[in-house]
């Protein structure tokens, strides 16, 4: 992978639908997210990953919300 190539391509998308090129849902493409949307979803899914943790018996206390 030519890093070069891929910081082109990253800008790129950036520049066109930044949200998107994060979070690349397919019904979310061409500047379809709205920013409380993108980042409720970001929140669901780190909530989703901290239960996992959490059933896995994993501690990490409160510092990480």
Known sequence: MNINNLKKNWNEFGAIDPLWAILTDPAKKGNRWKPDEFFRAGQDEI???????????????SSWK
């Open 47 to 61: 909530d989703q990953v901290m239960r996992y943790v959490e059933v896995l018996g994993i501690k990490l206390g």
